[in-house]
């Protein structure tokens, strides 16, 4: 069956980083768009970035962009979200998801969830 396992996270002070992993298996992973996910407590999930199957195309939510990189590697079946000058406010528990139909910030066109890694940003 189809697995999407992230790791990476961990507790990290203000200004450091951390790089995210999502490994699959039981798919043809570069027949996916790809993204990450994140949810606080007490918020909904929100959209991070995606990718596209061949990592041609990317996109970032704006709270993100120009902190955060996404990649994939198709041979490894793997996608990765580095993650630099964190902030307190970045703290949540960080999804990826696999879409054979798009990528994007619509979670609704995701067919598979991974269950997740808590990132815990100290101030």
């Known amino acids: 069956q189809v697995q999407l396992v992230e790791s990476g996270g961990g507790l990290v002070q203000a200004g450091g980083s951390l790089r995210l992993s999502c490994a699959a298996s039981?798919?043809?992973?570069?027949?996916?768009?790809m993204g990450w996910f994140r949810q606080a407590p007490g918020k909904e999930r929100e959209f991070v970035a995606a990718?596209?199957?061949?990592?041609?195309?990317?996109v970032y939510a704006g709270s993100v962009k120009g902190r955060f990189t996404i990649s994939r590697d198709n041979a490894k079946k793997t996608m990765y979200l580095q993650m630099n000058s964190l902030k307190p406010e970045d703290t949540g528990v960080y999804y990826c998801?696999?879409?054979?139909?798009?990528?994007?910030?619509?979670?609704?066109?995701?067919?598979?969830w991974g269950q997740g890694t808590q990132v815990t940003v100290s101030s």
């Open positions: 039981g798919l043809t992973f570069s027949n996916y768009g």
């Open positions: 998801a696999a879409s054979l139909i798009r990528y994007g910030q619509d979670a609704r066109v995701y067919n598979y």
């Open positions: 990718i596209n199957w061949n990592g041609g195309d990317t």
